[in-house]
T-cell receptor
Framework: GQQLNQSPQSMFIQEGEDVSMNCTSS?????WLWYKQDPGEGPVLLIA?????ELTSNGRLTAQFGITRKDSFLNISASIPSDVGIYFC???????????????FGQGTILTVHP | NAGVTQTPKFQVLKTGQSMTLQCAQD?????MYWYRQDPGMGLRLIYY???????DKGEVPNGYNVSRLNKREFSLRLESAAPSQTSVYFC??????????????FGPGTRLLVL
């Protein structure tokens, strides 16, 4: 099956620093999603990308859909303490006309922000 | 609008016991999903229901059964719990299945410990 490698596995940063994380796949996707999970909660969608090369921002977050369709990255600028959590990438391959396009999740990046 | 709700929040079972995890969504979504989350492994799909009246196996279905009771509710049953089923279980829903812009919304999770 498809494999997603998400890196880094964890990050410890100072408040105000920028953060970058990425996901790479062994095969192509036509949708990339980035989720954040707070402790004790379910994942919440941050950014959705639907087109190769697409660059999308959501406040201090910016994500890009790689040209090869096999990778995506997420940047967080000027981090703040509430950015703490686990960030997941997820890729979807929709073949068109099928009943379901399964989401494949990365292993997650644990972000810790020191005030 | 509560989104996706799950009950119970926590459960402790003994090996061999059975239980049903409940999930409901009030967003009029067609598709619903059950995932399990284990440390370092991201989220893995157990079962999904592309629409009311249909269910299909995901990546890790063994030991589980599901019921799509109606459009709102999708339950996950463990007939004979095993310690390997200790995990955090998430239910999710999306407006459509397989569409190019499928976006899944997650519930808060059920934390299950099997002794």
């Amino acid at each position: 099956g498809q494999q997603l490698n998400q890196s880094p596995q964890s990050m410890f940063i100072q408040e105000g620093e920028d953060v970058s994380m990425n996901c790479t796949s062994s095969s192509i996707f036509n949708t990339w999603l980035w989720y954040k999970q707070d402790p004790g909660e379910g994942p919440v969608l941050l950014i959705a990308l639907y087109k190769a090369g697409e660059l999308t921002s959501n406040g201090r977050l910016t994500a890009q859909f790689g040209i090869t369709r096999k990778d995506s990255f997420l940047n967080i600028s000027a981090s703040i303490p509430s950015d703490v959590g686990i960030y997941f990438c997820a890729g979807q391959l929709w073949a068109g006309g099928t009943s379901y396009g399964k989401l494949t999740f990365g292993q997650g990046t644990i972000l810790t922000v020191h005030p | 609008n509560a989104g996706v709700t799950q009950t119970p929040k926590f459960q402790v079972l003994k090996t061999g016991q059975s239980m049903t995890l409940q999930c409901a969504q009030d967003m009029n979504h067609n598709s619903m999903y059950w995932y399990r989350q284990d440390p370092g492994m991201g989220l893995r799909l157990i079962y999904y229901s592309a629409s009311e009246g249909t269910t299909d196996k995901g990546e890790v279905p063994n030991g589980y059964n599901v019921s799509r009771l109606n459009k709102r509710e999708f339950s996950l049953r463990l007939e004979s719990a095993a310690p390997s089923q200790t995990s955090v279980y998430f239910c999710a829903s999306s407006p459509i299945a397989g569409g190019h812009q499928e976006t899944q919304y997650f519930g808060p999770g059920t934390r299950l410990l099997v002794l």
